[in-house]
């Protein structure tokens, strides 16, 4: 079975920092990667997305993601965040397999101070 | 892209009875589809696989008479909760995907449940 672990809990960052939130999964096969967001009082909204090709996934609102196979990761990335960044985010695994359920990490707060 | 529809999305209810909730593909057939908890400040814990046409898969330590699923077409899943009571009390989000390999996953709103 997959499990998806988030090493980072929460983070408080300035506006224009960097940002970096960790994600490493644990299965052997071809797997489906995924990162979400939820704003507070929201639903979840994709970010990004990875299947196969460019392990350098860019996704919506600036951020982008890695897949680095040989490491399991697929951290997430942003060179500059915005106070309107401040929510939870998740990052989730499944098999490539039809069918097949997304695993979530149990997520990490991102708090944006201006 | 795909919509998932969820209904309700707030639901109150007292100690004891039953809450179903609904949960639709709007524009496309799954034939899976997938129940989620979320407590407060915490991740998503998938709850269950719901199949068509046949039972529903469910993760290790769901009580599966608790929360009952039914898949009856390609585009509805619903979710029973039986006999609720305050510890019940949660966010439901269910989701489907695109059928075949390497599809996106879709949400629903989620509905949020309150047992009193």
């Known amino acids: 079975a997959q499990s998806v672990s988030q090493h980072n809990h929460h983070v408080i960052l300035s506006e224009a920092a960097s940002l970096e939130l960790g994600c490493n999964y644990s299965?052997?096969?071809?797997?489906?990667l995924f990162w979400y967001v939820q704003y507070p009082g929201q639903h979840l909204q994709l970010l990004l997305k990875y299947f196969s090709g460019d392990p350098l996934v860019k996704g919506i609102k600036g951020f982008e993601a890695e897949f680095i196979k040989s490491k399991f990761s697929f951290n997430l990335r942003k060179p500059s965040v915005q106070w309107s960044d401040t929510a939870e985010y998740f990052c989730a695994v499944s098999t490539n397999q039809a069918g097949t359920a997304l695993i979530f990490g149990k997520g990490t707060t991102l708090s944006v101070s201006s | 892209g795909a919509v998932v529809s969820q209904h309700p999305s707030r639901v109150i209810c007292k100690s004891g009875t039953s809450v179903k909730i609904e949960c639709r593909s709007l524009?496309?057939?799954?034939?899976?589809m997938f129940w989620y908890r979320q407590f407060p400040k915490q991740s998503l814990m998938l709850m269950a696989t719901s199949n068509e046409g046949s039972k529903a898969t469910y993760e290790q330590g769901v009580e599966k008479d608790k929360f009952l699923i039914n898949h009856a077409s390609l585009t509805l899943s619903t979710l029973t909760v039986t006999s609720a009571h305050p510890e019940d009390s949660s966010f439901y989000i269910c989701s489907a995907r695109l059928q075949g390999m390497n599809t996106e996953a879709f949400f629903g709103q989620g509905t949020r449940l309150t047992v009193v």
């Open positions: 524009d496309f057939q799954a034939t899976t």
């Open positions: 299965y052997g096969g071809t797997v489906n």
